[in-house]
């Protein structure tokens, strides 16, 4: 693991191949090993770099009244420090929503997006009441046991049949999230409305869901194709929120096709 200093404080990341550069952006309670199958595939062709993002792995925590932001120039800092530029940017749940932020903050520096099992934020997809629902789950678990809160959110990320080895690897990297980071994410970002943002979004996108995602469910894809100009949708059979965990073989053709597209 290398790391970079990005305004005086530690960002981690994860690097591997050569060839044009693709960003990846983790979502909620997670970190860069959530993309090893991703730099595995996709390093005989890009140059692939996942972030550890402020407060999360091998990171320095994230500062105190951090919002979304400060969040999206953390990541532009930490894209120019690696001199990084014209990135694919592909970023899972949470780390979609930064990405869709990240775009329209910083257009010239985006050559494509994947956003996968995408939010336009929480308020942006969700009606209130869920909204509601899963700021106050969130905040409840921070007071569980961690490896059990770290379960039962796995179980929404991965389907009921997924292998147990699987499983407990998810757990085992959910678990170490720290709660800080999870209650200023929870509380500063849960009711992001990014909609407004998405006609404006000039990057080809290709949006990537699963078909049983329980999180991000088909409605919520339906309407982010709808509001993105141009945006491919792809819908996974029988794959839930974490496709990239899931299914990595189909879930890497899909977006190493469409980066192939715009390369």
């Known amino acids: 693991m290398d790391h970079v200093d ?23 309670m997670a970190d860069s090993r959530d993309w090893h199958h991703q730099l595995e595939a996709f390093a005989p062709t890009f140059t692939t770099i996942a972030w550890d993002a402020p407060g999360c792995g091998g990171s320095a925590d994230l500062p105190a009244g951090h919002d979304l932001d400060q969040l999206v120039e953390d990541l532009d800092g930490f894209r120019r420090a690696l001199r990084i530029t014209g990135a ?6 949470l780390g979609s929503i930064l990405s869709i932020a990240f775009q329209a903050r910083h257009p010239d520096a985006v050559r494509s997006l994947v956003l996968a099992s995408a939010y336009a934020g929480w308020a942006g997809s969700l009606p209130p009441s869920e909204v509601d629902r899963r700021v106050t789950l969130a905040l409840a678990d921070l007071d569980r046991p961690a490896a059990d809160a770290a379960r039962d959110m796995v179980a929404t990320l991965l389907p009921a049949d997924a292998p147990a080895a699987l499983v407990d690897e998810q757990v085992a990297m959910v678990s170490q999230a720290r709660p800080a980071t999870t209650r200023a994410m929870v509380e500063r970002f849960a009711r ?15 949006l990537l869901y699963g078909r049983d995602d329980v999180r991000a469910p088909p409605w919520v ?43």
Do not use: K
């Open 6 to 28: 990005v305004g005086g404080r530690r960002i981690a990341f994860r690097r591997a191949g050569t060839g044009p550069p693709v960003l990846l952006v983790h979502g909620a």
């Open 88 to 93: 694919h940017v592909i970023g899972h749940s």
């Open 192 to 206: 992001v409305d990014l909609r407004p943002a998405l006609p404006g979004i000039t990057a080809p996108t290709l």
């Open 221 to 263: 894809a339906d309407a982010l194709h709808a509001a993105i100009p141009g945006s491919r949708l792809v819908l996974l059979p029988g794959v839930g929120h974490s496709g990239h965990v899931q299914a990595p073989d189909q879930w890497n053709r899909v977006v190493l096709e469409f980066l192939d597209g715009q390369s």
